[in-house]
C-alpha cells in the first residue's frame, strides 16, 4: 500500500501488510467475538434481569435500565437498554485512553465493548431467555449471582490476556 500524502512524491512511504500479520488480527478478533458473547451471555442471562448491579459503566447501565424497566418496559428495551447506555458512557473512557494508555490496547477495548453492545442487543432482539429469581431472598437469586459473576469474571480474565479489556472504569 502506498501512502499518496507524503509531501515530497519521490518519496512515498510504502506500508507492507504481511498475511501474518492478518492471520493474527482474524485470531485475536474471533477470540474477542467469542469472550465478548460470553460475558454479553451471562449479563443478559443471569445479571441485568435479576437487578445486579455490576461495577464500573455495565453497573450504571444496569441501575439506569432496572430503575427505567417498572414504569416505561417499552423505553428500557429501546434506548435505554445496558447495550446502548454501556457503549455510550465508554466513549469519553474511549477518548481519553487512546491519548493516555497502550494505543493497542485501547483499539482491542473499543473493539470488545463494541462486541458486548453488540451481542448484548442481539440477545435481546431474539428475545433469548433469562433465569430471573422468584424473589430477592431466594436461593436462586445466589444462583444467578455466581453464574453470572463466573461468566463475566472468565471471560474478563481472558480479555486481560488479550491485551483488551471490558471498558469501564
Known amino acids: 500500500i502506498e501512502a499518496d500524502n507524503c509531501p515530497d ?18 485470531k485475536l478478533f474471533g477470540i474477542l467475538c467469542i469472550l465478548s458473547f460470553i460475558r454479553a451471555l451471562s449479563m443478559h442471562v443471569f445479571v441485568f434481569p435479576n437487578g445486579f448491579a455490576p461495577g464500573g459503566l455495565t453497573g450504571i447501565a444496569s441501575i439506569i435500565y432496572n430503575a427505567i424497566l417498572p414504569s416505561n418496559p417499552e423505553l ?40 458486548v453492545s453488540l451481542w448484548l442487543w442481539l440477545l435481546e432482539v431474539v428475545k433469548c431467555p433469562v433465569f430471573k429469581a422468584e424473589s430477592p431472598e431466594s436461593a ?24 483488551s479489556s471490558r471498558g469501564g472504569t
Open 140 to 163: 436462586y437469586n445466589i444462583l444467578a449471582a455466581a453464574t453470572g459473576g463466573v461468566g463475566t469474571g472468565i471471560s474478563h480474565g481472558f480479555l486481560l490476556k488479550h491485551n
Open 9 to 26: 512524491e519521490n518519496k512515498k512511504r510504502k506500508i507492507n501488510i504481511k498475511g501474518n500479520d492478518v492471520k493474527q488480527f482474524a
Open 76 to 115: 428500557a428495551h429501546t434506548w435505554f437498554t445496558p447495550a446502548i447506555v454501556s457503549f455510550v458512557l465508554n466513549i469519553p473512557l474511549f477518548i481519553a485512553s487512546f491519548f493516555i494508555l497502550n494505543k493497542r490496547f485501547c483499539i482491542n477495548t473499543i473493539m470488545t465493548v463494541g462486541l
